[in-house]
């Protein structure tokens, strides 16, 4: 194996990439190449950039670039029915007396959707596999509120249920791959991206595939391992056998932000010595006390914190202000809002501007059937239109029963007040409300890998992480360390409300 120790900005996957490259335009067959990551578009990154170049079939040629979840679903011939699905869950549940779809976790894989419960006795049990420990331990080294027998009974039922219905769960491929190496594809070569983050069992299955190929090439970075409590083993990472290089160039954090990010991992007990350089570029790192006193204007700007409740404030001020902004991917004022605005300032441009049905339909559910806005029977009428129809102004008006007039903020009067002073404040501030948001707030782990010209940082600890913090500062000093390291030009350093909780600096 070798391995790639990639810090922050440097490149690991273009890295990866390049070689990828470079053994295609060699000769290689992309059938005789592996490129597993851990999500489905990033293996597809490194698919469609190979198909682009090389003028090759994505589907035939590329039979291995996918999740490694995916190559145990393909090589072990399992269909989508065998997948448990959100319905099985709310089964399953109801059988134990459980809520257990309650914010379930939803992805998108080549042939399945991966599906995850978020209560905490499923997290105990699936926690332990991928850690490849009994149940015991791993209930041994969390919090639960649960008593353990609990557990077990869940993990027992749960193991009966699957089998009596011969569903398997996102972690149960993995287990059944790695307890079938016969199933593990003869490969050239193999790739293998964001090594940091591999569970136990994902080690199984990685040692599996470097068995049965001729080369294995690792990227990762040991000090952004910060996905220990979902399983990753980072110290496997790190104590790995055989070459190693250091991505010594970064190509996002500037000079200020280096220097303390840099004096952050060296905290770190465990882990790989890198030397590596900042861009030619000074950047900034300031201190805030009050959020409130941050011009965000439209700039472009990534909020962090070590927990979600910590981004309440942050989020309420910026709508109180008028300012547009995304919260875990989801956009302050909702998409059906904005398009209803838009639709109705597009078409009162002109007579020739013309609107989708989708467009169309979602404008009357933001009308109301009172009088002078709406037709009897106009919103039925029109969901039977064919969907390629357009629709100007003079047009839904004449044949589709739109009687509204006046501006969007007194005709579309199904907006809730709220939403409506929110809207209005952002076009007052010239925000294009059919664009995405500049400014995102999320968690320090929701933003892993993300990055943004200019980053707030809260330093800010709650109870639990403190607690956390004195058993394992190296899992604290990592996470602050992804989080400083998101910035491309400017970071502001949001102080904490309490100096016991929080990260020193």
């Not at 220990?228 to 980072?234: F, H, I, Q, T």
């Not at 902004?325 to 020739?352: C, M, Q």
């Not at 004449?398 to 002073?421: F, M, N, P, Q, V």
């Amino acid at each position: 194996m070798l391995r790639y120790f990639g810090p922050p900005g440097t490149g690991k996957t273009t890295t990866l990439l390049n070689e990828v490259e470079r053994l295609l335009g060699s000769g290689y067959s992309p059938n005789d190449i592996g490129y597993f990551a851990f999500t489905r578009k990033a293996s597809h990154e490194a698919r469609d950039r190979a198909v682009m170049r090389f003028n090759m079939d994505p589907e035939k040629d590329f039979t291995y670039f996918r999740t490694l979840h995916s190559l145990a679903f393909q090589t072990l011939g399992l269909t989508a029915a065998e997948v448990l699905k959100e319905t099985h869950l709310k089964e399953f549940g109801h059988l134990m007396g459980l809520d257990l779809t309650s914010g379930v976790e939803k992805g998108e894989d080549d042939g399945f959707i991966p599906l995850r419960s978020n209560h905490p006795l499923m997290r105990c049990i699936d926690l332990s596999r991928n850690m490849l420990q009994d149940p015991a331990q791993t209930y041994n080294s969390t919090q639960l509120s649960y008593p353990f027998y609990e557990v077990q009974h869940i993990f027992q039922e749960y193991a009966k249920f699957k089998q009596s219905r011969g569903l398997k769960d996102f972690t149960d491929m993995l287990v059944e791959l790695a307890a079938n190496p016969a199933h593990i594809p003869t490969l050239k070569v193999v790739f293998l991206d964001e090594a940091q983050d591999l569970t136990p069992l994902q080690w199984q299955i990685a040692h599996l595939l470097n068995d049965k190929c001729e080369r294995m090439f690792i990227a990762g970075d040991d000090d952004q391992g910060i996905y220990r409590w979902a399983g990753a083993d980072v110290n496997h990472f790190i104590s790995l056998e055989g070459g190693s290089e250091v991505l010594s160039q970064s190509y996002r954090v500037p000079k200020a932000v280096f220097r303390l990010a840099d004096s952050v991992a060296n905290r770190i007990r465990n882990r790989q010595k890198k030397k590596w350089l900042p861009r030619d570029d000074e950047g900034t790192v300031q201190r805030a006390y009050d959020t409130r006193d941050i011009e965000f204007n439209n700039a472009n700007w990534l909020v962090l914190a070590q927990a979600n409740y910590m981004l309440n404030d942050v989020a309420a001020h910026l709508k109180a202000t008028g300012v547009f902004f995304e919260r875990f991917n989801t956009p302050s004022l909702s998409k059906s809002v904005r398009s209803a605005i838009s639709s109705w300032e597009y078409l009162h441009l002109g007579d020739n501007r013309e609107i989708s049905l989708n467009e169309a339909v979602n404008l009357y559910a933001h009308l109301s059937s009172r009088e002078n806005a709406v037709a009897r029977g106009a919103k039925k009428l029109l969901k039977a239109a064919h969907e390629n129809d357009t629709f100007s102004l003079s047009v839904l008006r004449k044949h589709y029963g739109l009687e509204a007039t006046g501006r969007w903020e007194t005709a579309l009067d199904k907006i809730r007040d709220e939403d409506r002073a929110y809207a209005t404040a952002m076009i007052n501030r010239g925000v294009d409300l059919s664009k995405r948001p500049l400014i995102k707030l999320s968690t320090i782990h929701g933003a892993k890998g993300g990055e943004a010209t200019n980053v707030l940082l809260y330093l800010d600890l709650s109870g639990k992480a403190v607690e956390e913090m004195g058993r394992n500062p190296d899992d604290a000093h990592r996470v602050l360390y992804v989080g400083i390291t998101r910035t491309k030009q400017n970071l502001v350093l949001k102080m904490p409300d309490d100096a016991q909780k929080g990260w020193a600096l």
